[in-house]
């Protein structure tokens, strides 16, 4: 099998390194973290005149039609630069939910500000007592007086804070554990009755809780088919799994590189600590867990979610994030020493941030419990 890039492929590979190596360094990334909003907004203007923000999204919605492999090159190279911009959860997660919903006027204009960087929106889905699992609602949603009454408590909503707009999945019928009967709401974020509680995760993006206090919905806010909005959420978990496995696939890359940089300088006794042969073995594993988690990544993105092996490759590489991902991380922690655990380090940075790509969306025991319930 051909694995090489087309030429658009490689225009896009190369487009997103060269900005990450010019634009994109230690120092900036920190000053983002840091920052008020969590995330720079002349950045994010960039990621829309390069183009970023509009090729998941099909042509005849303003985007550039990419497919999962274009997805999987932008994500590779954000995992390597450590990008904290909410592309996965605005771009990705809620636009991939927009782009499945019936066509409406509101669902064209939101994504038209999406890719020209005007808005950010973030999807809450979690509940506090609902897990990882996407379909257990207790939101709920009542049609009266000709609108819709939202009350609820999600938890754990990635980019919240930073959003112009929250998704909300709400019960408009059905029990709490139904797949049937979940609907889709596209609520403002300054809306009143929506409260939201803003804070910095373990890596340095940010996350929220919301509370939903019967905040008052005009009609044409429900942006999926009533009751029905269960193969959407889905779909749309799937492509971002896609986007997830990538990522981490990249920072195992930069961890790998980064270790074995420091082991060819660090001096112990008088001699650089990559020449001990313990310290060579523990590096090619390092390197096979990166090859590994590539594998993983490449074949999920282009076996796709619409078939059941295409769903195993993709929760494959997920699994192994929590399970490749955390041994290559500890290894490559304990190589630099105890100064690997400090902020000054850049690979902390990066374990941080693979240990929170476990947890996203569901961790690698939650996804073995999923893999096993596909059947062949």
């Known amino acids: 099998m051909d694995l090489s890039f087309n030429q658009d492929q490689e225009l896009i590979n190369n487009s997103v390194e060269k900005f990450i190596a010019e634009s994109y360094d230690s120092e900036t990334r920190r000053k983002i973290v840091n920052s008020k ?5 002349d950045i994010w203007k960039q990621f ?4 970023w923000l509009a090729l998941p999204f099909k042509e005849e919605d303003g985007g550039f039609g990419g497919d999962l492999i274009d997805l999987m090159i932008i994500m590779k190279a954000f995992g390597k630069g450590l990008v904290v911009e909410p592309y996965i959860s605005s771009v990705v997660l809620s636009g991939g939910l927009l782009s499945l919903c019936p066509n409406s006027d509101l669902r064209s204009n939101l994504i038209k500000e999406i890719i020209e960087g005007q808005s950010l929106i973030s999807f809450a889905f979690s509940e506090p007592n609902s ?9 709920t ?3 009266k007086k000709d609108k819709w009454l939202i009350n609820g408590h999600k938890s754990v909503v990635f980019g919240v804070g930073q959003a112009n707009y929250v998704i909300v999945s709400a019960r408009t019928s059905g029990d709490r554990m139904h797949n049937e009967g979940i609907s889709l709401f596209c609520i403002k974020s300054d809306v009143n009755g929506l409260n939201i509680q803003d804070y910095q995760t373990v890596d340095g993006f940010r996350a929220g809780e919301v509370i939903l206090n019967n905040v008052e919905v005009p009609k044409e806010n429900l942006i999926s088919v009533e009751n029905n909005a269960n193969q959407i959420i889905s779909e749309a978990i799937y492509k971002t799994l896609v986007a997830t496995n990538a990522e981490a696939s990249g920072i195992m890359q930069k961890m790998y590189e980064m270790t074995l940089e420091y082991i060819k300088t660090r001096k112990q006794f008088g001699v650089h600590i990559g020449r001990f042969q313990v310290i060579q073995h523990r590096t090619v594993e390092m ?3 990166s090859d590994e988690m590539d594998s993983l990544s490449n074949m999920s993105a282009l076996k796709g979610y619409k078939t059941i092996n ?3 490759a993709i929760i494959s590489g997920k699994i192994n994030i929590g399970l490749g991902g955390r041994k290559l991380g500890q290894e ?3 190589l630099h020493g105890g100064m690997g655990v400090t902020d000054e380090m850049e690979i902390g940075q990066y374990f941080k941030r693979l240990t929170m790509l476990d947890t996203f969306l569901g961790n690698s025991d939650f996804y073995l419990n999923e893999f096993s319930q596909l059947g062949e």
């Open 332 to 334: 490559a922690v304990q």
């Open 310 to 312: 295409g769903k195993k």
């Open 131 to 139: 897990r990882f699992n996407f379909f257990d609602v207790s939101t």
């Open 37 to 41: 909003n969590g995330y720079s907004e």
């Open 48 to 51: 829309a005149e390069l183009g």
């Open 287 to 289: 390197l096979i867990l």
């Open 141 to 143: 949603a009542e049609f």
